[in-house]
Structures are given as C-alpha cells and as structure tokens.
C-alpha cells in the first residue's frame, strides 16, 4: 500500500521560506515513478508545483520557478520542496504525489496516482 505523508506547511510572512518534505512508503520499485508537489486552493483547480520524473528531469511551474527547488535523497523515500520569496499567492495546501511510469505527465495532477493528506502552506502579506 503506497503511502505519502507531507510535513513542514506553516504560516510565514512575504518574503519568507519554507521547506515541506514527504516520506514515501510502499512505492514498489521508486524509481519507476514520477514524484512531484501539487497545490489546491477553494474554488480552484490543483495545480503542478515542482516534479522529478524518473530520469531525474525536474520540470516547474512558471510562477515558481528561480524561487522553490525540489529534491529527492538517493533511496527516493523523500520529497523535499524548498520554498524561497514566498508570496500571498503561494497560499494553498500543498500534496506530495507520485505517479506510475508510463502514467505520469509532467505537472498534470491527474495522471499522478497517489496523494498525501496535504500540509497547509499560508502567507501572509
């Protein structure tokens, strides 16, 4: 049973940073899939963050490009986002995914197959 838990949201002031990090379980062979950060806000549909295909190829969104980085360790238990010049409209849950080779499709979030719970990331102005 595949299993991703996030950690690290929080509340931080413009300007600040964050880290987020999820540990991955059950994942058979990780590195036959794409692993990547999604965000939500209410009303709106999930958006592509930052992801790691399973080459290692790491593709952003625009608006966070230059400010976040995402980071696996070497065994791919863990997801790591660092989040730099964080701005009002970072504001959103934010969920660790991963997705099955030959399924997962850059920042599409419905071509990823599994989902954590989401860690709440809030900045304010």
């Known amino acids: 049973q595949v299993q991703l838990v996030e950690s690290g949201g929080g509340s931080v002031q413009s300007g600040g940073s964050l880290s987020l990090s999820c540990q991955a379980s059950?994942?058979?062979?990780?590195?036959?899939?794409?692993m990547g950060w999604f965000r939500q806000t209410p009303g709106k549909e999930r958006e592509g963050v930052a992801v790691?295909?399973?080459?290692?190829?790491?593709n952003y969104a625009d608006s966070v490009k230059g400010r976040f980085t995402i980071s696996q360790d070497n065994a791919k238990n863990w997801l790591f986002l660092r989040m730099n010049s964080l701005k009002p409209e970072d504001t959103a849950m934010y969920y660790c995914?991963?997705?099955?080779?030959?399924?997962?499709?850059?920042?599409?979030?419905?071509?990823?197959?599994?989902w954590g719970q989401g860690t709440q990331v809030t900045v304010s102005s």
């Open positions: 995914a991963a997705g099955e080779r030959g399924v997962c499709r850059g920042l599409i979030p419905k071509t990823y197959n599994y």
């Open positions: 059950g994942l058979t062979t990780s590195s036959s899939y794409c």
């Open positions: 790691i295909d399973r080459a290692g190829m790491i």
